[in-house]
């Protein structure tokens, strides 16, 4: 069974930089689509980021397109989020998560279609 784990999450300015990391266990990333999520309290979990690791197909947000970056490392099993020019909007808990996917599936970045998530990791930006 795959299991998540986020980090690298914590506070930093406006304009500054993080890097989230996820580590996978239990089973590979490979063959899966790998995301992004974030959610702030009372607020619904918002997609941010998706890889499909069978091509490498990417998809972002409107809000972080051209700030984000989502990348893997399948020999690791690792998924990252490269978050550039942050924004005070951009603070939430940002959680990483796996869906089963085919090899032609466009990423998407639609919720019911994660069935693994991580615990989550804190992110806060301050203006």
């Known amino acids: 069974q795959l299991q998540l784990i986020e980090s690298g999450g914590g506070s930093v300015q406006a304009g500054g930089s993080l890097r989230l990391s996820c580590a996978a266990s239990g089973s590979s990333i490979s063959g899966r689509c790998m995301a992004w999520f974030r959610q702030v309290p009372g607020n619904e979990r918002e997609g941010v980021a998706t890889?499909?690791?069978?091509?490498?197909?990417?998809y972002y947000s409107d809000s972080v397109k051209g700030r984000f970056t989502i990348s893997r490392e399948d020999v690791k099993n690792m998924v990252y989020l490269q978050m550039n020019t942050l924004r005070s909007d951009d603070t939430a808990m940002y959680y990483c998560?796996?869906?089963?996917?085919?090899?032609?599936?466009?990423?998407?970045?639609?919720?019911?279609?994660?069935?693994?998530w991580g615990q989550g990791t804190q992110v806060t930006v301050s203006s």
């Open positions: 998560a796996a869906a089963t996917c085919g090899r032609n599936n466009s990423p998407s970045l639609s919720r019911p279609m994660y069935g693994i």
């Open positions: 890889v499909n690791t069978w091509n490498g197909w990417t």
